[in-house]
């Protein structure tokens, strides 16, 4: 099993930025992928980013070139850097992983709100 603790959400200005992190414990080295997935009220739970162990990096397309994925590998954490942040990314963002190609893990999510 994998534990996935999230922190770093909170309210801030359109165009400001946030980081956000995930800190995993458990099963560390059965995890083959992280990422960060956001829902929305109303809406459905989507893709913000995501890293394979093998560094393969993906985003969503309305993340692209405004948010950063890495991941510290000796500290068992994965980031989020979220800049110019606009009012349509407010929604709940969970930590995700993907653990021996076929279980998936989620945090408790946090809580990212931009005011315009």
């Known amino acids: 099993q994998v534990q996935l603790v999230e922190s770093g959400g909170g309210l801030v200005q359109a165009g400001g930025s946030l980081r956000l992190s995930c800190a995993a414990s458990g099963s560390i080295s059965s995890i083959n992928a992280m990422g960060w997935y956001r829902q929305a009220p109303g809406k459905q739970r989507e893709l913000v980013a995501m890293i394979s162990t093998g560094g393969i990096i993906n985003y969503g397309d309305s993340v692209k070139g405004r948010f950063t994925i890495s991941r510290d590998n000796a500290k068992n954490t994965m980031y989020l850097q979220m800049n110019s942040l606009k009012p349509e990314d407010t929604a709940v963002y969970y930590c995700?992983?993907?653990?021996?190609?076929?279980?998936?893990?989620w945090g408790q999510g946090t809580q990212v709100t931009v005011s315009s």
């Open positions: 995700y992983s993907r653990v021996s190609g076929r279980f998936d893990y």
